[in-house]
């Protein structure tokens, strides 16, 4: 079986949780592997943590911030594949090894992605996240419509997938956007799917093979009180579902049945996050001149 080079690509700011991280990358049972921190932490503390362990690390510090030190981290890859591990996230020792397997087994697999498991700062188990009942593949067309229609992201955050950089590249680096729509505030992950998958192939892994954490004490992304752009997680999926019906992914006559479930998100999350509600004008605007 090939053993492609996987780069570990690490962008990293938190460090209450990164030795945990660090350690469940160095610790992949697959071993052809480089690992890359991308440091963006106002300290040196993750500098000082990369130094105990710089036989594996290669450590770069970053002045970029936010998605940008993610999308300059991953194009700092080597490997032929990349997987994402987030600061606070843990991978599963086989995690690697299952995904480059998965690859391996289809040239038009662009994306793994695996079953994952919620923690919490306590390392507890808090919620499994498994979409399928059983591994197999599935086209990026249908991932993608799957998503913009159920407004779901069942794929996970970026710790859960595997991709080929040779596709990064061909995408650049309008990697978080999608058609005319800047998802970097909300929904990048999303978006960087969608461009990932075009016309190609995706395979999920029904193991548990990442560690999500999420905790209201933690300075992280996901949650509300710390991230000032967190309603653009709502808005994102109208304008990701506008996008798609100009991509030719959704059909126009399935925009106009999503009309109750929009307006239903605009309704509930709209006094809290203005911007759901500038989606959703966007969206009633494109119905109407579709009349």
């Not at 959704?250 to 106009?256: G, I, K, M, P, S």
């Amino acid at each position: 079986m090939s053993l492609p080079l996987v780069s570990i690509i690490i962008p990293s700011y938190k460090t209450a949780h990164f030795e945990a991280c660090l350690r469940s990358a160095i610790g992949q049972t697959y071993p052809n592997i480089e690992i890359l921190v991308s440091d963006n932490c106002p300290t040196e503390e993750i500098k000082e943590i990369c130094k105990r362990y710089s036989q594996n690390v290669i450590y770069q510090r970053n002045t970029a911030v936010r998605e940008q030190n993610v999308l300059t981290a991953f194009f700092s890859a080597k490997g032929h594949l990349i997987k994402p591990l987030f600061d606070d996230d843990i991978l599963h020792p086989f995690c690697v090894e299952r995904m480059v397997a998965a690859m391996n087994m289809n040239p038009e697999t662009q994306l793994v992605f695996s079953a994952s498991q919620v923690i919490n700062t306590d390392n507890e188990r808090t919620e499994t996240r498994r979409p399928y009942e059983a591994s197999g593949a599935m086209s990026g067309r249908d991932m993608q419509r799957s998503m913009v229609l159920g407004m779901r992201n069942f794929v996970g955050e970026f710790s859960s997938i595997m991709f080929r950089r040779e596709r990064l590249w061909q995408v650049g680096t309008k990697l978080f956007s999608y058609g005319t729509h800047d998802c970097a505030l909300g929904l990048a992950d999303v978006a960087a799917y969608f461009n990932l998958v075009r016309d190609a192939q995706v395979f999920y892994i029904d193991e548990e093979l990442s560690y999500f954490r999420h905790d209201q004490r933690l300075n992280s992304n996901s949650n509300p009180n710390s991230n000032p752009n967190f309603g653009y997680c709502f808005s994102d999926y109208i304008d990701l579902l506008i996008e798609s019906v100009d991509a030719g992914v959704v059909a126009r006559e399935e925009l106009f049945v999503m009309l109750p479930t929009v307006d239903d998100v605009a309704a509930r999350l709209g006094q809290v996050f203005p911007m759901v509600l500038t989606s959703q004008q966007r969206y009633h605007a494109v119905l109407a001149s579709q009349n």
